[in-house]
Nanobody
């Protein structure tokens, strides 16, 4: 059973910073990627950043240079440091794990944490 619990969201002014955390299950294996996605009202869920095969990081063009994804395996935590926040970053941010299963990848999601950036 994979469990993901996000925290760290909130209300921040434009230009401010937030750090999101995702607490993951203590024993994870067959992981393809860990990442953060976001979903704004009326919009589709989109990738923000992810770590692929513990080696490669991948960022959305809209957050490159402002957001940093990192992982602390010893603490079973995934982080998203968000700097220079903009009102368009307002969304529910969701932690995601993709695991390898027979036949392909399976997605696991947290419940999400709200980030609101005021102008």
């Amino acid at each position: 059973q994979v469990q993901l619990v996000e925290s760290g969201g909130g209300l921040v002014e434009s230009g401010g910073s937030l750090r999101l955390s995702c607490a993951t299950s203590p024993t994870l294996f067959n992981i393809y990627a860990l990442g953060w996605y976001r979903q704004a009202p009326g919009k589709e869920r989109e990738l923000v950043a992810r770590i692929i095969s513990s080696i490669t990081t991948d960022y959305s063009d809209s957050v490159k240079g402002r957001f940093t994804i990192s992982r602390d395996s010893a603490k079973n935590k995934l982080y998203l440091q968000m700097n220079s926040l903009k009102p368009e970053d307002t969304a529910v941010y969701l932690c995601n794990i993709q695991k390898r299963h027979v036949g392909g990848l399976r997605d696991y999601w947290g419940q999400g944490t709200q980030v609101t950036v005021s102008s």
